[in-house]
């Protein structure tokens, strides 16, 4: 009977704090916001873009825009709510198919489906191949993960239990930063690039998780010279896209109120680039990071602000839609 009476007394306690959330806690677009690392999707959070930031309901950055199977998926950090630092703890995902109506399919990864990692879930991406996807993600500011899933919404699962890239007794070779992954596949030969600092590329095996042959610097020319948060200086957020036959080098030249998106390119996906200009106007955000996606005939640039919270440290994702001239360079975008 005490046991009864004990069982039943958790049961309207659980009840009564379901119902009644903590008065700190308030339940916006099916989201608890409250305090940081309780920031997490109930349900499928559904909105429409009016304007920019066109996400309202959470702080997002570091956004990696993929089109799978016709819908564009765009792959974020996940800023806390009162965040001091880039302390992040889980990863989004936000899709739609017509730019217009999208969807926050909520958390599909955090730290606490790592056991080699404990802090800084920083900028991911994703790609396809064979039917899976294949979730990249930096954490520790020292290392990259993989995880794999059958959907683009996840779950993901970390199959191989340690990291792709650890710069652990290797830093003159993979550098101090091996952060922001990002990867593309081309001819059936994927390729990652990472690197705060200090761009490196790396050939991966078919199975997406190990590394094919050795890290290397991947150099970008016309930027000598050039000093942090002016010209071609290769500061973080590397992403690479083709067009035509060309591939594009997308990056932040520093950090601060007079850094931006720029960008190089090349007629191979291992370099070199060569630096042609800037992609956009200066954003009002400490970092900037990006990436650039064709969907449905259109090309847009994604990328994050601060215009939510004048807090450097709760971003707010956006995107544009960009032009090409004849030459294949980038209309520059002004905001």
């Known amino acids: 009977m005490k046991k009864l009476l004990v069982y039943s007394l958790l049961l309207f306690i659980a009840g009564n704090l379901l119902a009644n959330p903590k008065p700190d806690s308030t339940v916006v ?35 990696s825009a993929h089109v799978f199977n016709d819908r564009l998926y765009v792959y974020t950090s996940h ?34 489906d790592i056991k080699w990692a404990d802090k800084w879930a920083w900028a991911p991406d994703c790609i396809k191949r064979n039917g899976k996807y294949y979730f990249y993600y930096p954490v520790e500011r020292a290392k990259i993960g993989v995880a794999v899933s059958d959907s683009p919404i996840g ?33 059936g030969q994927a ?37 942090e948060n002016f010209g071609g200086f290769y500061g973080e957020g590397p992403w690479v896209f083709k067009r035509n036959d060309l591939f594009y080098l997308l990056y932040s030249n520093g950090w601060g109120d007079s850094s931006t998106l720029v960008y190089a390119t090349s007629k191979t996906p291992m370099g070199p680039f060569k630096f042609e200009g800037e992609v956009m106007d200066v954003v009002n955000s400490w970092t900037s ?9 259109k090309w847009y640039v994604f990328y994050h602000n601060m215009e939510l919270s004048n807090n450097n440290y709760r971003r707010s994702i956006c995107f544009d839609e960009i032009t090409f001239d004849t030459e294949g360079k980038i209309n520059k975008l002004k905001l």
């Open 29 to 63: 677009n099916g989201c608890v916001k409250g305090e940081p690392t309780t920031v997490k999707s109930l349900e499928e959070v559904k909105f429409i873009k009016t304007s920019n930031p066109f996400v309202t309901h959470m702080y997002t950055a570091d956004p």
């Open 155 to 187: 779950p993901f699962v970390d199959e191989i239990g340690k990291p792709l890239i650890d710069n652990a007794g290797q830093v003159e070779h993979i550098g101090k930063e091996p952060i922001d992954p990002a990867v593309i596949i081309e001819k």
């Open 289 to 297: 990071h990006g990436s650039i996606v064709n969907f449905k005939d």
């Open 191 to 227: 390729y990652m690039y990472f690197g705060c600092r200090e761009p490196k590329v790396v050939k991966l095996k078919n199975n997406m998780m190990g590394l094919m042959g050795e890290v290397e610097e991947l150099r970008i020319t016309g930027i000598e010279g050039d000093e």
């Open 79 to 112: 800023d806390e709510d009162t965040a001091t630092y880039f302390s992040m703890v889980d990863w989004h995902v936000f899709s739609t198919e017509n730019m217009v109506d999208w969807t926050d399919h909520g958390a599909i990864f955090s730290l606490d």
